[in-house]
């Protein structure tokens, strides 16, 4: 699969957001898949494969943060060519990630990483009072939440809890796909430290932590990271009396922080933060070995038992309570340290990828589900059905619906496909059962004598990605006679006129539509034994855009017109045509030719 990623936030800035998006990328092309990433840059980052750097700018409140300007997003896309689009922020280039998707037909994906409230009240510099700025802050990003979220055709949530806020907010969410982390192995004998990793901002409520650890004596404070608060922080730390306990070290990369001794010593990872939407550095310390002290919030409550893998506080004096714990009772921080690797192991990378790719393979490649209805097709069946089965894409199908035949045909389709039975005669009702019998998100109709070209279900396949498209319909040609094949070619570009200008009439020897809307709309009516198939499609294109695919090909037998006569048969189509789209009353007689 080729993936591409859109994210406001990627090296050389560190945080959780840019974490998983790498984590992501590395697991999915272990999997043997292309994964390009659009973000902001500044234009002196060093080149690096398949990273799409757009223009920017510095955020003067928020210096992290670089705002991006995609310009020429659409031309990058088509370059790339995704399968699918993976949105993994609401700024600039993420909205220029969906606003591609939808441009382009391409499927999109977008993760909720960050609890926006916490981070718009940056953008509100110029406000002064604090719970104006709070009000403001939390009543426009609900409202953005629901409006953005609800674009892209999944959202993934980090977290169960984070799940049913979103739920709250009127998203719709179709996963919970927390980032994946790396188990080192065994834990490293403990030093006397404690140990906070992320961003120092005020939302992450370090200083609860600075001043919870001011009542503990005999041990160390390490502090990694970097952020608008640090001075503050750092000013608070000395007011304290404990600067020299309390070691700031600024930014470390991440592999770095991982590989070094800082938390894999640690008597306890400490974060005080309420806004983790997963909390994926705290797995991360867990994953070494390291207990965990957090509150009782959001993302960590799926992971961290209370008293089993780390523990819950709340508030300052309960956080330095269990700090003076874990430093007097080693067998606690023993079991809490099994326990938490024990619980890592659980959300190991590897694992948790295989969950993204089943998504993106649900929604790049719906399955398609194939309904031949037969009567008496023995001549021709084993023809097509080979043609069904030798197609090039993967997640399909194939439902053969005897009409009550008389010959071979159920005899030779069970060979090649599942063969269900309708007693009631009619390509209506034969088409109606087969797709009651299947369980595809889009579902194609062939005719037992039509043999569609090796990629042709790929090619309609691709087309339904734009949860725009309800029908697809492909170029019908003839093998027989020279007048035949100019018959069966005016005919198809007939049909392609027509969806042109908005008026779209499918024939039913290969036609597909959206499960979904076909089911809203009854079906083919079985009361109709001619045109069913313009019927279907005028009904079920008032619910989307139907699509003639022009290089989606497929050969049928002629034996239609030759058994009725050529021109009998041009002329019988060519009233009946009128008969149903003018009076409502098509021909009931069509005699089935063998």
Request: hydrophobic share 40%; charged share 30%; glycine share 8%.
């Amino acid at each position: 699969m080729r993936i591409m990623f859109f994210t406001d936030t990627y090296d050389p800035q560190i945080n959780g957001v840019v974490t998983s998006i790498k984590t992501f990328r590395r697991e999915l092309e272990k999997l043997g898949h292309e994964v390009a990433i659009v973000c902001p840059g500044t234009g002196k980052e060093p080149e690096e494969k398949m990273v799409f750097r757009v223009p920017s700018f510095r955020f003067r409140p928020y210096p992290e943060y670089r705002g991006g300007l995609p310009f020429g997003i659409l031309k990058r896309v088509r370059d790339f060519d995704p399968d699918i689009i993976h949105v993994h922020s609401p700024a600039p280039v993420g909205l220029a990630g969906v606003y591609a998707a939808r441009k382009l037909g391409i499927p999109c994906v977008a993760t909720y990483h960050t609890l926006l409230e916490e981070y718009f009240k940056y953008f509100l510099f110029w406000i002064r009072d604090p719970k104006k700025v709070e009000k403001i802050s939390k009543k426009l990003m609900k409202k953005y939440t629901r409006v953005f979220y609800n674009l892209p055709d999944a959202v993934i949530s980090p977290s169960k809890e984070m799940k049913a806020e979103l739920e709250k907010r009127g998203v719709r969410c179709s996963a919970v796909i927390p980032t994946g982390v790396t188990i080192s192995g065994r834990r490293k004998k403990p030093e006397r430290r404690f140990v906070y990793a992320g961003r120092l901002g005020k939302e992450k409520n370090v200083d609860t932590v600075i001043r919870a650890f001011s009542k503990v004596r005999g041990a160390e404070l390490v502090i990694i990271g970097d952020g608008p608060a640090r001075k503050d922080l750092e000013k608070l730390a000395a007011e304290l009396g404990v600067s020299d306990r309390v070691r700031f070290t600024g930014y470390l990369e991440h592999e770095e922080l991982l590989k070094s001794d800082l938390l894999g010593r640690a008597i306890a990872f400490v974060s005080a933060s309420t806004t983790e939407t997963q909390g994926l550095v705290i797995l991360e310390a867990m994953a070494l070995g390291c207990p965990v002290l957090v509150p009782r919030a959001l993302g960590p409550k799926d992971f961290v038992k209370d008293g089993v893998n780390g523990m819950f506080f709340s508030g300052q004096r309960d956080l330095s309570r269990k700090m003076d714990l874990l430093l007097k009772r080693p067998e606690l921080r023993e079991k809490l340290s099994k326990n938490a690797l024990k619980t890592a192991k659980t959300f190991e990378a590897g694992k948790l990828v295989k969950k993204l790719e089943e998504l993106y393979e649900k929604l790049a490649f719906p399955k398609v589900s194939v309904v031949v209805p037969a009567f008496n097709e023995e001549r021709y069946i084993e023809r097509t059905l080979k043609s069904l089965r030798r197609q090039t894409y993967r997640n399909m199908e194939i439902v053969v619906v005897d009409n009550r035949s008389e010959d071979r045909t159920a005899e030779i389709a069970k060979k090649y496909a599942k063969v269900v039975r309708e007693p009631k005669r009619g390509i209506s009702a034969a088409r109606n059962r087969g797709a009651r019998e299947c369980g595809g998100d889009i579902v194609l109709f062939i005719d037992a004598d039509t043999v569609p070209e090796r990629d042709f279900v790929e090619k309609v396949a691709k087309k339904f990605r734009d949860r725009r498209v309800v029908g697809v319909c492909g170029f019908v040609e003839s093998d027989g006679s020279a007048s035949a094949r100019l018959v069966y070619r005016l005919c198809s570009e007939l049909v392609g006129l027509l969806t042109a200008i908005g008026t779209p009439m499918f024939y039913g020897m290969c036609a597909a539509y959206r499960r979904e809307v076909f089911e809203k709309v009854g079906g083919f009516d079985e009361n109709l034994e001619t045109a069913e198939d313009i019927d279907l499609t005028m009904r079920i294109s008032r619910y989307g855009k139907c699509v003639f695919l022009r290089d989606a090909r497929a050969k049928t037998s002629p034996r239609r017109i030759v058994g009725m006569g050529l021109w009998k048969a041009v002329a019988f189509h060519v009233v009946n045509f009128f008969r149903h789209t003018i009076f409502r009353s098509p021909a009931k007689n069509y005699e089935a030719i063998r």
